[in-house]
């Protein structure tokens, strides 16, 4: 018997599903949503809430549980686009889009991209790379392995414990590529032409090692001769470094969830300090993301600020940022964010600190804090509060970024005397 996919809305309302409870328990145990509880109401039905995660994901002995994200596919895949790859999309923000064809869903999205960014890449010939080979031969290739030929074959000859240099497609670069097309053709809610377009390059990357589970992505080096590599490479990457969420009962091993999930909170919180820190180099500053600093004296208490903006040489605090993926309230507050804002301010000495909302009715607005009037002009602290409209073009959202990074930049040093 088919179970229906169950589809959620990124925090949307509650959906009671029918569920059977393994897949529940997993559910509940894997952080995957806000919420997941049994239906005291029916029986057999449990009661799911979606919080910041979307994507698709199996449930053992259950539906394919879809999260659906507020923010158009396109929109959200350019925001990824852009923080796997600032330099080049800075120059035209058209090159940080990803193209995600006609799907509307984030796996099928993804696995059209990705198909065809590795498609792109394969395009003038599959890269080929020297490697080190170490094996047994029945004839002598490159240098003997002396210290091996005694301990394996006491001296005697053949077989030659040989190591020489091969010219093999499997490198790190092919391996990443390949490894990519594998774990989306284990995922849910792959379409079709998709997935068999995924198969091909599957093949034709044939001569790489497939990477084991789990282990470490092989390192690779930005170069000329990989540079059509890089866009795919990038994107690979960003499929390999989410992990399956797992749900551990008691005393048990881990459920395994194949599944493709992308948190909008830290995907925003990338797109706008990558952004800024582009931005703020045009005016010769350096920014530093998640900036660690201490609260109290003694350095027990440690803040890291999303984003702190230097002067050029990188000794003077000129601008501290937060990135909050939420929408603004109808008072325009957010009390929490604005202490955490305040608190940045005061360790790092500053006259101001922002934070940057994904929604709200204003672009921009600012509170003075009580009783910290200082410095010649009798200022107080400001507490700035930017928003962005995700639903703007991408040219559009970089301009507002950079009218954000644009008047501390220009207003210079103002540290609190």
């Known amino acids: 018997m088919t179970v229906p996919d169950v589809t959620l809305h990124e925090y949307g309302p509650v959906v009671s599903v029918p569920l059977c409870a393994e897949a529940g328990l997993a559910l509940a145990g894997s952080g995957i949503l806000q919420s997941a509880t049994p239906d005291p109401r029916r029986q057999g039905h449990w009661m799911l809430r979606a919080g910041s995660r979307v994507g698709a994901v199996r449930t053992p002995g259950g539906p394919v549980v879809r999260i659906m994200p507020k923010t158009p596919v396109s929109r959200l895949f350019f925001l990824l686009g852009f923080s796997l790859d600032p330099a080049r999309a800075w120059r035209d923000s058209r090159e940080g889009s990803v193209d995600t064809g006609a799907y509307d869903d984030v796996v099928p999205a993804l696995a059209h991209a990705v198909e065809r960014q590795i498609d792109a890449a394969l395009r003038r010939g599959v890269l080929q790379g020297y490697r080190e080979v170490e094996e047994s031969a029945p004839v002598v290739r490159g240098r003997l392995r002396e210290a091996e030929q005694i301990r394996r074959h006491f ?198 600190a922002h934070l940057v909302y994904a929604a709200g009715r204003r672009p921009e607005h600012f509170h003075e804090v009580r009783g910290t009037v200082a410095g010649q002009d009798g200022r107080a602290v400001r507490l700035y509060q930017h928003t962005l409209d995700l639903s703007q073009e991408p040219d559009q959202i970089l301009s507002s970024l950079r009218n954000i990074a644009a008047r501390p930049a220009t207003a210079g040093p103002s540290p609190r005397s």
């Open 155 to 352: 001296g005697r000859t053949p077989p030659a414990e040989v190591t020489y240099d091969a010219y093999t497609g499997d490198t790190a670069e092919n391996r990443i590529l390949r490894a990519a097309a594998e774990r989306l053709l284990r995922l849910p809610g792959v379409p079709g032409p998709v997935r068999r377009r995924l198969a091909h390059q599957r093949v034709r990357l044939a001569d790489a090692r497939s990477l084991i589970r789990g282990q470490q992505l092989p390192r690779w080096q930005p170069s000329r001769l990989n540079s059509r590599y890089q866009p795919a490479l990038r994107l690979a990457e960003a499929v390999l470094r989410d992990t399956s969420p797992e749900h551990r009962p008691a005393g048990d091993e881990p459920l395994s969830m194949d599944g493709f999930l992308l948190d909008m909170n830290k995907l925003f919180e990338d797109f706008v300090t990558v952004a800024l820190r582009e931005a703020f180099r045009e005016h010769g500053l350096t920014a530093y993301l998640q900036d660690a600093h201490h609260l109290d004296a003694a350095g027990h208490v440690r803040i890291r600020p999303d984003l702190v903006v230097r002067t050029g040489e990188g000794r003077t605090p000129l601008a501290v940022f937060d990135a909050k993926y939420k929408v603004e309230k109808s008072d325009g507050l957010h009390n929490a964010d604005l202490y955490q804002a305040l608190a940045y301010a005061t360790v790092l000495g500053l006259r101001e």
